[in-house]
């Protein structure tokens, strides 16, 4: 009797403390303090990052970066393709950006120069020095040259010296063709009011015409990017209209082979707009004012890529 109480009181600590283990294994265990703080730490400034860059994003991206994370689901919904997870998202967001027209600043710089020189002449014309002139005429100036025409202002006030403040300005606008307005100005401002008005009204002319040089040949560059736009728009609706009547014709596709191939000939084709985009842009031409430093010397030339 004595012993089958003993038995029965062992087997009965046995499965008490075997439920007490179970228990114990089911509860998660607490992660240290420091790694989950890490842990928290990390997704939140990832999300922080992602959130910002959302936020700062122009409306038309955000609105293709929705459009193209949606194309792509429902492609692979369509198709049960997952590469369309990615080259939807891939192509919707990447082909606007290397079909689209290139930005102007070159020529709404030569542009601004030459608003900006005539009312320099303007002015100097009324008898005022060329540094007078300027002073006279920043808040008229155009918008592209607003903030750095008044850091030259400014810096002339503080009594710099005129060379060292153009070529000040001139790094701030780093522009080919800013450098040579500024020589011009220069050499003018240097030599005192003798001649700087019809100098000025000359330089104003070349500038006119080199915006119009350039507006024509932005014209001709546009003409290939419009083509390949149309193509391009050509080929997005044949093959999403096939995809979703004519699904038969793209089954070798399909295979985990045949992914990979699509994924070859989107890289070819986007490689190939891609060279079109670089070769479609102005080339910068070379600098002729470069200074050695803030408020330092002209160093001699410099390339811009």
Not at 3 to 11: E, F, I, K, V, W
Not at 60 to 70: C, F, Q, V, Y
Not at 108 to 137: P, Y
Request: charged letters at 20%; one cysteine or more.
């Amino acid at each position: 009797m004595d012993m089958n109480a003993a038995l029965a009181g062992l087997l009965a600590a046995m499965v008490i403390g075997g439920l007490a283990m179970v228990v114990a294994g089911a509860v998660p265990a607490a992660r240290p303090p420091r790694a989950e703080k890490l842990s928290t730490g990390m997704s939140t400034q990832l999300w922080t990052a992602v959130e910002k860059r959302w936020r700062s994003a122009p409306r038309g991206r955000r609105i293709r970066w929705t459009a193209g994370l949606a194309a792509g689901l429902v492609g692979y919904l369509v198709t049960g393709w997952a590469i369309l997870l990615v080259l939807g998202p891939a192509l919707l967001i990447g082909l606007p950006m290397l079909l689209s027209d290139p930005p102007e600043r070159d020529l709404d710089m030569v542009r601004g120069l030459e608003r900006w020189v005539r009312l320099v002449a303007g002015s100097a014309s009324t008898g005022k020095s060329v540094v007078d002139a300027i002073r006279a005429t920043r808040r008229q100036a155009p918008e592209i040259l607003a903030e750095p025409l008044a850091g030259l202002v400014g810096r002339l006030d503080a009594r710099w010296e005129p060379r060292a403040a153009f070529q000040r300005l001139a790094d701030d606008l780093d522009s080919a063709d800013a450098d040579q307005v500024i020589a011009a100005i220069l050499i003018a401002s240097q030599r005192g009011g003798t001649g700087a008005s019809a100098t000025l009204t000359a330089l104003a002319g070349g500038l006119a015409d080199r915006a119009k040089a350039m507006r024509e040949i932005a014209t001709e560059r546009a003409k290939p990017r419009i083509v390949v736009r149309q193509v391009t728009g050509i080929i997005g609706v044949v093959l999403g209209v096939a995809l979703i009547f004519g699904r038969s014709y793209f089954t070798p596709y399909a295979s985990l082979l045949g992914q990979g191939l699509l994924c070859l000939y989107a890289a070819m084709y986007t490689g190939a707009l891609a060279v079109l985009a670089r070769r479609s842009r102005m080339r910068r031409r070379d600098r002729i004012l470069v200074g050695a430093g803030p408020g330092g010397p002209v160093s001699g030339t410099r390339g811009t890529p």
